[in-house]
């Protein structure tokens, strides 16, 4: 897979991205790029500026300096929502759905976001059918058509972690920004993302954010360790794996 | 699915039949009130309901609490005076869309920029601007001053029609107008919620953070929330220009904002229609209480804080209260109902 990255224009590349706190530098001159295709893994310690990038990517914040190209277009000083519609997607960390509504309201939002006009603001929501099609059909990809007309803060924690994703797919995304899927996953549920991201991986270009190094190395094309906010090393993942320093700063005993 | 995700409007068929009924009662008042006194009290409670009810579109809609919304209301009663020549009523036709034309404006200045605010800050800015407009009243010699000034009130009169009423049946055909506009406010505002652009505003009060990451830009939606509700606000000032043939600072002032919150939190801040329940207890509790003690602000303050503090979801969760244990189990077993927490909240109180 690997082959692929050098041979067409990336969908989404960063040039000297950095981003300050105060007189913290959370985010120092990165430059990566994400092919079509590909699955992207930035992994990290903590504090190492993992979630900051996907925060300086997807318009959360903006960034202190350098420049963000998606599909060659700079969009560094674009609002967030507008690079939803360019086709830039994202899920979070901490999961952030709205809890008070049905699951497939949640969904159904997702889509309208990138699918109604205007002029079509005042059809009643439920007769919206392509809307509320995508919404099913983005419930269906993560398993979860069976319970649309539940209310969203009743789900278990993992299915929730599934929404959160379904939310990111409803818009159909090109590009897809994943903090940290995995987390506080058991295994089983853990198992079930991870089949889902390799089947993701086919249609969508994917950088994911992930602490599981097992689940990153066998799913990964291309990985970035990031250290204090900088990029330590970039590779396929057995040129990371063999990389002395990468081992030194971040995998320990574990490769 | 429509009714199931918005929770504010009825959830069943005996949901909105009693929403029927209620209407139908108010249109009945006129005969069953023993006096053309009480009939102009009840109009004076629905104009509050107007007030109110525009106002939950921002507050129960769309999660923006604002303490401005008076002014579009005072602002749209003072239009009437100004564009009505002394001694000679404007017809209705004219004088409803100028009012709704300069409340519209007004509020989409102010909106425009107090949006750019958030929560606390927004609170204080609506609250500036309508403090601002109210010294533009108070201060100015535009309507009369601090007196305020009497102005020919406007003709029930459509297409060249006009509605002759001997002068004792006047207060009941204002009456009508008032309740016909209250009821086409509902209907409107209730399908603008099923609507994709009203399941938009409810996202935005649930998690507009997350409404951005979407790809809404909920500026945009949120601007066109505020001054749709300032055109209604319109509407309510509109009516009570024609209702008392009177304006005075007072109808600007955030004290009339104020009122409209507490009117919400009273009927309920979960339903379309707790606003208009909360308005009409609100107008009938000052009556009670004015008639039974001099102090009639305890009273009131003492009942909205007992109705707040026992029924989290106003006066309109006294229904649902009533109804919820015979209500079947949602699947699967155990989970709670969108709003249980408040539900609870409630039983415990």
């Not at chain 1, 993701?200 to 360790?225: G, K």
Request: charged share 15%.
């Amino acid at each position: 897979m690997a082959e692929t990255r050098h041979g067409r224009t990336p969908l989404l590349a960063t040039q000297g991205l950095g981003r300050d706190f105060g007189g913290l530098s959370a985010v120092r001159d990165v430059a990566i790029t994400l092919s079509p295709g590909e699955l992207h893994a930035v992994i990290g310690p903590n504090g190492a500026g993992k979630s900051t990038l996907v925060n300086l990517l997807s318009g959360e914040l903006a960034p202190s300096r350098g420049e963000i190209r998606l599909a060659g277009e700079r969009i560094e000083t674009m609002p967030g929502w507008r690079r939803v519609h360019l086709g830039l997607g994202r899920s979070y960390q901490r999961t952030n759905i709205f809890k008070s509504l049905s699951v497939l309201e949640n969904v159904r939002l997702a889509a309208q976001a990138v699918m109604s006009e205007p002029r079509s603001l005042l059809r009643p929501a439920g007769s919206a059918r392509q809307i509320v099609a995508a919404a099913e059909a983005a419930l269906a990809r993560v398993g979860l058509e069976s319970s649309g007309a539940r209310t969203a803060g009743t789900l278990a924690h993992g299915e929730q972690r599934l929404l959160e994703i379904a939310m990111t797919l409803a818009s159909r995304p090109k590009v897809l920004l994943l903090d940290e899927p995995l987390a506080g996953m058991g295994p089983e549920e853990g198992e079930r993302i991870a089949r889902l991201l390799r089947d993701l991986a086919a249609e969508h270009a994917i950088l994911l954010i992930e602490h599981d190094m097992d689940f990153v190395f066998q799913v990964a094309d291309w990985m970035t360790v990031m250290v204090d906010g900088a990029v330590l090393a970039e590779g396929t993942p057995e040129t990371i794996r063999a990389n002395a320093d990468v081992q030194r700063a971040y995998l320990g005993g574990h490769a | 699915m429509a009714d199931n995700d918005t929770p504010m409007l009825p959830a069943s068929r005996a949901g909105w039949l009693g929403l029927v009924v209620g209407a139908l009662a108010l249109a009945a008042l006129p005969y069953l009130a023993p006096s053309t006194y009480y009939v102009e009290l009840g109009t004076t409670a629905l104009i509050a309901a107007m007030l109110a009810l525009s106002l939950q579109l921002l507050v129960g809609c769309t999660g923006l609490v604002s303490l401005g919304h008076g002014a579009f209301y005072g602002l749209a009663a003072y239009t009437v005076y100004l564009v009505t020549p002394a001694n000679a009523g404007l017809p209705m036709w004219m004088t409803l869309p100028a009012a709704v034309l300069v409340s519209g404006a007004v509020a989409a200045v102010v909106g425009a920029l107090s949006l750019r605010t958030k929560g606390f800050f927004f609170l204080m800015v609506t609250l500036a601007f309508g403090q601002m407009i109210f010294f533009v009243f108070h201060d100015t010699k535009l309507g009369g001053g601090t007196d305020g000034a009497y102005l020919a009130r406007p003709l029930i009169s459509a297409f060249g029609w006009e509605l002759q009423l001997p002068r004792r049946q006047r207060p009941i055909g204002t009456y009508y107008v008032a309740l016909i506009q209250l009821v086409l406010m509902y209907i409107g505002l209730a399908l603008l919620l099923r609507s994709l652009f009203g399941r938009v505003l409810q996202g935005i009060r649930v998690n507009e953070h997350r409404m951005v990451a979407l790809g809404y830009d909920t500026y945009r939606y949120k601007l066109a929330a505020f001054i749709l509700a300032g055109m209604l606000a319109g509407v309510a000032g509109h009516m009570w220009a024609m209702h008392r043939g009177f304006v005075n600072p007072e109808l600007v002032g955030w004290h009339r904002s104020a009122e409209a919150l507490l009117m919400i939190l009273l009927g309920g801040l979960y339903t379309l229609h707790g606003p208009i329940l909360g308005a009409l207890a609100w107008v009938g509790l000052g009556e009670a209480s004015q008639l039974i003690t001099e102090r009639k602000l305890l009273v009131e303050g003492l009942v909205i804080l007992v109705v707040v503090l026992v029924l989290r979801r106003g006066l309109a969760g006294l229904w649902t209260f009533a109804r919820r244990p015979a209500e079947p189990a949602r699947p699967p077993a155990g989970a709670p109902s969108p709003e249980s927490g408040t539900a609870e909240g409630a039983r415990h109180g």
